[in-house]
T-cell receptor, first 116, second 116 residues
Framework: AQKITQTQPGMFVQEKEAVTLDCTYDTSDPSYGLFWYKQPSSGEMIFLIYQGSYDQQNATEGRYSLNFQKARKSANLVISASQLGDSAMYFCAMREGYQGRRALTFGSGTRLQVQP | GAGVSQSPRYKVAKRGQDVALRCDPISGHVSLFWYQQALGQGPEFLTYFQNEAQLDKSGLPSDRFFAERPEGSVSTLKIQRTQQEDSAVYLC??????????????FGEGSRLTVL
């Protein structure tokens, strides 16, 4: 079974509009962390936002917020007021356990294109 | 430098050649990860080091892949007898601590390997 599922291969959004990128995850570990990364054409993975499984509040970082629905195992990324520079690939990732395996498992990504 | 540095950025190899990819992590970072990213896919975990110890190599696809970090800083990923299916971007990431929380993982820009 896929650990991280991103069902939107590509998304379009108008500049200044908000957009939601979907992510669902699968784990039986009660302790886990969820991440979103942005990958522009240069190839570098840029950290955007993090949500811990025990965090009570949804994470926010500037224009990025994470809509964390634990019962549904979803961790959607919301980008408000889209900018042309937001055009990139976006990856959802999960780390299971706290002291266990330390690697992130990534989804297949969503390509976001912001249109003027 | 301030970030994770990888070299070469681009490598073209003939099938059967050996290649070596270098990663220079952020100074003082304890953890180092290698990922393989095929075209249009999310990164796939290859191996993990904590200082000079290779704690997890479960993601290495075959015994042709070998990674080392002899002094706990620079790491080299070596691929022997390259095959066309090895064509991918190889991402290196480092983390300050041995545990992975929040956004502590920093990625390099990757080494793009093309095997002809």
């Amino acid at each position: 079974a896929q650990k991280i599922t991103q069902t939107q291969p590509g998304m379009f959004v108008q500049e200044k509009e908000a957009v939601t990128l979907d992510c669902t995850y699968d784990t039986s570990d009660p302790s886990y962390g969820l991440f979103w990364y942005k990958q522009p054409s240069s190839g570098e993975m840029i950290f955007l936002i993090y949500q811990g499984s025990y965090d009570q509040q949804n994470a926010t970082e500037g224009r990025y917020s994470l809509n964390f629905q634990k019962a549904r195992k979803s961790a959607n990324l919301v980008i408000s007021a889209s900018q042309l520079g937001d055009s990139a690939m976006y990856f959802c990732a999960m780390r299971e356990g706290y002291q266990g395996r330390r690697a992130l498992t990534f989804g297949s990504g969503t390509r976001l294109q912001v249109q003027p | 430098g301030a970030g994770v540095s990888q070299s070469p950025r681009y490598k073209v190899a003939k099938r059967g050649q050996d290649v070596a990819l270098r990663c220079d992590p952020i100074s003082g970072h304890v953890s180092l990860f290698w990922y393989q990213q095929a075209l249009g896919q999310g990164p796939e975990f290859l191996t993990y080091f904590q200082n000079e110890a290779q704690l997890d190599k479960s993601g290495l696809p075959s015994d042709r892949f070998f990674a080392e970090r002899p002094e706990g800083s620079v790491s080299t990923l070596k691929i022997q007898r390259t095959q066309q299916e090895d064509s991918a971007v190889y991402l290196c990431a480092s983390s300050l601590t041995g545990t992975l929380r929040s956004g502590e993982l920093f990625f390099g820009e990757g080494s793009r390997l093309t095997v002809l």
